[in-house]
């Protein structure tokens, strides 16, 4: 299914712009970029995790190339987590840990400092929680 089919709610850009992950109500989902024109064609890679919540918020790290996506829920769907995506060239991604307790309900936003040391995750309903990214690895 196309992005636009899994009602999006937030797009994260590849460092080199040849692909937009967009997160959505089933997951994560890449999009090829067309560098010369910006047209955009759907791979076929198509969502990385189907489960309570869905996706809600992308960040990019700085520093390795992993996309952290905050879920409004958690498998349990007592709370909100965050998921940690391994990126490989070809705009895919694998599981490189499973999702982390976030603390809070509805992973609103998720940023990764500067360093790639931290990432924080804005839950809706609760408060900010930062995690160190040496215990996503």
Not at 20 to 33: L, P, R
Not at 104 to 130: E, H, K, T, W
Request: aromatic share 8%.
């Amino acid at each position: 299914a196309a992005a636009g089919d899994l009602w999006p709610t937030a797009l994260a850009a590849s460092r080199d712009g040849r692909f937009v992950f967009a997160a959505t109500a089933d997951g994560v989902v890449t999009v090829a970029v067309d560098v010369a024109t910006g047209a955009l064609t759907d791979p076929g890679f198509g969502p990385a995790w189907v489960g309570l919540g869905g996706a809600s918020a992308l960040a990019l790290d700085p520093v390795r190339p992993r996309l952290y996506a905050g879920r409004s829920l958690n498998d349990t769907g007592t709370g909100a987590a965050l998921g940690v995506l391994q990126l490989d060239a070809a705009g895919g991604f694998t599981w490189l840990v499973d999702t982390v307790d976030t603390g809070g309900f509805q992973a609103s936003a998720v940023d990764v400092d500067p360093s790639g040391r931290f990432v924080y995750v804005l839950n809706r309903c609760a408060d900010i929680a930062c995690t160190g990214t040496g215990s996503l690895a």
